[in-house]
């Protein structure tokens, strides 16, 4: 069973895609300006150098690369050092606590090709202009998928959740996993909550 804990025991490391079809269909490439803009202040550049690294190698042997951490470590500037409080290894541990890589064994990690895009609490830990700048990526997204059907059918979908009882994050983060663009998914809970909120609003004042 894999998992977010790095458990890797030695210097020598299997480097597997994690497949995850959701993501894979509308996450956003490590390499691309979006990553560098918006996941390297959370990541950090050490951690998303080796992200990009690793989806290039994963690009070129689809199905895994053998690679020798020290050796890896080095070609990225960090210490040879592949000690389980080493620079790589802490890096390596990073990607697994946002769920950006994960242990297969003592011996494999798998490792996604394609991220996906902040969550609302991730957006939140961003300074204010770079915020801004997300919203209006988002907005930029949605235009270019601007598909009246899909865009009600994601707006009904997410009202439901919200009705189940869902936040607004987590309303979000399911239609990510039902393989909602993530610009749709953001309009989508964003319109359903505020609705949700209107319609309590519309309540008190009946009372």
């Known amino acids: 069973m894999p998992t977010r804990t790095l458990i890797i025991e030695g210097p020598h490391i299997r480097i597997v895609p994690w497949l995850d079809v959701v993501v894979d269909r509308v996450g956003i490439d490590p390499r691309s300006s979006y990553a560098e803009h918006f996941w390297l202040g959370l990541l950090g550049p050490s951690s998303l150098w080796l992200l990009r690294r690793l989806a290039a190698e994963l690009d070129q042997r689809g199905e ?15 210490s040879p050092a592949t000690g389980k409080n080493s620079p790589v290894m802490r890096t ?3 990607l697994c606590q946002f769920n950006l890589a994960r242990a297969h064994d003592t011996a494999t990690l798998e490792v996604r090709r394609r991220i996906p895009p902040l969550t609302r609490s991730q957006v939140a ?7 801004i700048e997300h919203e209006l990526w988002l907005r930029s997204q949605l ?29 979000e983060r399911q239609l990510h996993r039902w393989r ?13 909550w505020s609705q949700r909120h209107r319609v309590e609003a519309a309540v008190d004042v009946g009372l």
Request: glycine share 6%.
């Open 92 to 94: 390596l541990t990073r």
């Open 143 to 171: 235009h270019t998928h601007r598909d009246t059907d899909q865009r009600r059918r994601a707006r009904t979908l997410a009202l439901s959740l919200v009705q189940l009882g869902d936040d607004l994050e987590s309303t």
């Open 64 to 78: 895994g690369v053998d690679i020798d951490a020290g050796e890896f470590a080095r070609s990225l500037g960090l």
């Open 125 to 131: 830990r961003l300074n204010e202009p770079s915020q």
């Open 180 to 192: 909602l663009h993530p610009a749709l998914a953001h309009d989508a809970a964003t319109w359903a």
